[in-house]
């Protein structure tokens, strides 16, 4: 059958495109980029807010509607397991509704006659899937699947079920394949990677140990960290090792303690700023990132007010801003009074401006500096080759002369913010 995959969510559901795409592989189907020739199609959705679930939905319509004969439709993903039988009741497009731990089963389920909802959790791993990846040099290793944090504003730990790691010497023999296979950068994905653990091996020395196997030719990064479980272990192993990446992705969410406490993170605005500065100081040149949460329940104009300042403290170089969105089953629904829509869209819009005001800042002051980037392909724009530094700022490169997965020395000479321009410099 020739099949296409569409992607939304965060690089978990990225990397389950590529084990989904690895399955019906193995199983002699093909994937493909096109839509319109596709006899499936498979939408892996994201739940983590209403726009996204709303707008993977409408995909689906859209896409049904492509191929000249109606393909068969598959939801995958987070919306999957959170509505399952539901969603295949309402929307008659759809024949088969697949949560995120079954997807092994697919190909025994195309060839059902009948519509069917399967969301069992927990059980699969996909240790025997050899995963497509579509990202060379670029790739994802996951160590941990499922998060049990429970943040009260949070749907995940609803639809990636309870937490598990993966055995490290899978995941050190998935590395070496990776670095043989010539992978210049390896990204370590769980929800929550400092609770990785298994047979008493925490996630700094998890990390050692992959960039050790990893090398001097392959960097290594990793997504996501509750700031609760950055311990110094984890930031010394960072500092130690060249090939781990000065970057790291730290959501603070909110930079009021009644706030935190009310989302149940397990940090303080104090500890949290404490932890940044522990990294810039091990790591001076470190590009840190937050997501930021604007009018969760209860969220006075002063509690807001300290969003505001903890991002003009860290000034952070990227950050990731949500407004609140009512997800079904959390416990922050119950917390009252909810701030309405529009204050909370105004709330956004003040966080937005600020941080593009930084990330700005923060952009143009690396010009002149020298830095080694990893070509990851064509850029947008023809004739040019995009790439990316150990923090994982986007470079663009004017010319064509050069593969991806190589490092090149180069000087940066234009920064906007998010993309920046670089060229070349012999060493
Ligand atoms: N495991 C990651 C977060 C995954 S969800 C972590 O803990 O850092 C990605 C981001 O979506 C969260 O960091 C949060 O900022 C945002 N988010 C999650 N639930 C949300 C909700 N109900 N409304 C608005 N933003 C939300
Ligand atoms: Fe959600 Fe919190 Fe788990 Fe992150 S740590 S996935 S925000 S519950
Ligand atoms: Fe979205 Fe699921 Fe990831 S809800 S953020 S795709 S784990």
Same mark, same amino acid.
Request: charge should be positive; proline fraction near 4%.
């Given at each position: ?97 697949? !949560? ?45 699947? !499922? ?181 079904? !089953? ?98």
């Amino acid at each position: 059958m020739i099949c296409h995959i569409e992607v939304y969510g965060c690089q978990m559901n990225v990397h389950d495109g590529e084990i989904l795409s690895g399955i019906l592989k193995a199983a002699g189907h093909t994937v493909v980029r096109n839509a319109k020739i596709a006899e499936a199609v498979f939408v892996v959705t994201c739940a983590v807010r209403e726009h996204a679930e709303t707008r993977a939905l409408g995909r689906i319509t859209h896409l049904a509607g492509i191929p000249k004969k109606k393909p068969i439709m598959v939801l995958c993903g987070c919306v999957a397991q959170e509505h399952g039988e539901k969603l295949l009741k309402k929307i008659k497009l759809l024949d088969f509704v697949i !949560g995120p731990d079954v997807y092994h089963l697919i190909p025994e389920l195309l060839q059902e006659r009948r519509r069917l909802s399967v969301t069992d959790q927990g059980a699969e791993d996909y240790e025997q899937v050899k995963a497509v990846r579509e990202q060379f040099p670029r790739s994802y290793v996951t160590v941990m699947r !499922g998060c049990d944090n429970f943040c009260t504003y949070c749907i995940v730990p609803y639809v990636r079920g309870r937490e598990r790691s993966r055995p490290s010497e899978l995941i050190l023999k998935e590395v070496e394949k990776l670095v043989e296979a010539g992978y210049g950068e390896i990204t370590l994905l769980g929800q929550n990677v400092n609770s990785y653990t298994h047979n008493g091996m925490n996630f700094p020395k998890l990390l050692e140990k992959v960039s050790t196997v990893a090398g001097d030719r392959c960097r290594v990064r990793f997504v996501t960290s509750n700031p609760r479980d950055l311990t110094a272990e984890l930031a010394s192993v960072m500092a130690s090792r060249e090939n781990i990446c000065n970057q790291f992705h730290l959501p603070a969410q909110s930079g009021n303690d009644r706030v935190l406490k009310a989302m149940r993170r397990g940090y303080t605005r104090n500890g949290y700023i404490e932890k940044i500065a522990m990294l810039k100081e091990l790591m001076p040149d470190i590009v840190i990132s937050t997501d930021m949460i604007a009018g969760f329940p209860g969220e006075t104009l002063e509690e807001f007010e300290d969003t505001v300042s903890l991002m003009k403290e860290v000034r952070y170089d990227y950050a990731f801003l949500f407004r609140y969105s009512e997800r079904e !089953g959390t416990a922050a629904l119950n917390i009252s009074p909810p701030v309405p829509v529009k204050e909370r869209l105004r709330r956004l819009s003040i966080l937005q401006d600020l941080q593009a005001k930084i990330t700005l800042e923060k952009s143009r002051e690396i010009i002149g500096r020298e830095m080694t980037v990893l070509v990851t392909g064509p850029a947008r724009r023809a004739g040019q080759m995009a790439s990316r530094t150990m923090g994982n700022r986007l470079i663009i490169l004017e010319s064509l002369d050069f593969t991806p997965g190589e490092l090149v020395p180069v000087r940066i000479v234009k920064a906007d913010g998010y993309t920046h321009f670089g060229e070349p410099v012999s060493v």
